[in-house]
């Protein structure tokens, strides 16, 4: 169905839809923030032909989408990982949500005694 039809059913234009971030100033008029956030995946997508197996490349998404949550949360992904694959093993699984990067927070930094 052509666009036009589409638009005119639901009461809006294709004019008025092309000039809608004139209303609203959080409309962005360029998608360089959506491509800059692929980016990572298009650079990375020949090396990731050689993760080994299907299961290889699950799991490779699977991590790959804890950084990209790790960063959307604004933290910062080396430092969670390194935590959380570090205390994981004696942490209660009752309160496994306290790992998750938007409950993170860092363990403090063990203190050297001085002599």
Known sequence: MPAERIS??????????FTRFLDDG?????????????RGIALGRKSWLFDGSDRGGQ???ALYSL???AKMNEVDPQAW???VLARIAGHPALRID????WNWQPRSAPR????
């Open 81 to 83: 990982l390194a935590d």
């Open 8 to 17: 005119t059913r639901s009461g809006t234009s294709p004019w008025t839809a």
């Open 67 to 69: 950084i990209v949550t």
């Open 26 to 38: 959080r409309i962005c008029l360029c998608n360089n923030a959506a491509e800059r956030a692929l």
């Open 98 to 101: 306290e790992l998750l990067p």
């Open 112 to 115: 050297s005694q001085a002599a």
């Open 59 to 61: 799991r490779a998404a």
